[in-house]
């Protein structure tokens, strides 16, 4: 923790290969800009979570070309294909020492700045992690604290941190009201946006 209260990273997890979409799915169109930079952009705009690392591992050299990342570190997880858990241990590893980290996904675009900001209300001495709650279903993003970021190396095959959060003491944050948590996983989907 530093004086100014602890260092929250966050994490963008982009490396998948879009196996349903049929293309790469980080660079698919969206209102004129590739879908990943909505996600990159609303993680770089809340200023209290530094240091950003977007994970990246399908076609990772043509996303990096195509997609603005700012001052957001790239890190190309060379095991993509294990699944979500390379991607997320990846991730938080570029991280550093934090305290914190906030766990987004590149392929949900309308994950608000707020909606990032509002997992931050949390307290330690409470809380392990804070899931974010959409009319009571579980989405992202979520923060972990360091407790919950060690035991990222427990994590293996196309799993977040789901299953590790039982038994821990999780803060649900209720955001329904302000963010559509669509994620884009066909082109169907993409075209109804």
Same mark, same amino acid.
């Given at each position: 923790?530093?004086?100014?209260?602890?260092?929250?990273?966050?994490?963008?997890?982009?490396?998948?290969?879009?196996?349903?979409?049929?293309?790469?799915?980080?660079?698919?169109?969206?209102?004129?800009?590739?879908?990943?930079?909505?996600?990159?952009?609303?993680?770089?705009? *809340?200023? @209290?979570?530094?240091?950003?690392?977007?994970?990246?591992? %399908? +076609? /990772?050299?043509?996303?990096?070309?195509?997609? !603005?990342?700012?001052?957001?570190?790239?890190?190309?997880?060379?095991?993509?294909?294990?699944?979500?858990?390379?991607?997320?241990?990846?991730?938080?590893?570029?991280?550093?020492?934090?305290?914190?980290?906030?766990?987004?996904?590149?392929?949900?675009?309308?994950?608000?700045?707020? *909606?990032? @900001?509002?997992?931050?209300?949390?307290?330690?001495?409470? %809380? +392990? /992690?804070?899931?974010?709650?959409?009319?009571? !279903?579980?989405?992202?993003?979520?923060?972990?604290?360091?407790?919950?970021?060690?035991?990222?190396?427990?994590?293996?095959?196309?799993?977040?941190?789901?299953?590790?959060?039982?038994?821990?003491?999780?803060?649900?944050?209720?955001?329904?009201?302000?963010?559509?948590?669509?994620?884009?996983?066909?082109?169907?989907?993409?075209?109804?946006?």
């Amino acid at each position: 923790m530093s004086e100014d209260g602890p260092v929250i990273g966050g994490v963008v997890l982009a490396a998948g290969g879009g196996t349903r979409f049929g293309a790469t799915k980080q660079l698919a169109p969206l209102r004129g800009r590739p879908l990943l930079s909505y996600a990159v952009e609303a993680m770089l705009a *809340v200023p @209290a979570v530094w240091p950003v690392a977007v994970v990246l591992g %399908h +076609d /990772a050299d043509e996303i990096r070309h195509r997609v !603005e990342f700012h001052d957001a570190t790239v890190v190309v997880c060379d095991a993509w294909r294990e699944g979500q858990s390379a991607s997320l241990r990846a991730g938080i590893e570029a991280l550093g020492e934090v305290d914190a980290a906030v766990v987004t996904l590149g392929d949900q675009p309308f994950i608000t700045q707020q *909606v990032i @900001a509002g997992v931050l209300d949390y307290d330690e001495a409470v %809380h +392990d /992690a804070v899931r974010t709650l959409y009319f009571g !279903e579980p989405g992202h993003p979520v923060l972990l604290t360091r407790r919950l970021l060690a035991r990222a190396g427990d994590l293996r095959g196309d799993v977040g941190f789901r299953d590790l959060l039982l038994g821990w003491r999780v803060r649900r944050f209720e955001a329904g009201r302000l963010a559509d948590p669509a994620d884009i996983d066909t082109q169907e989907e993409l075209a109804r946006l």
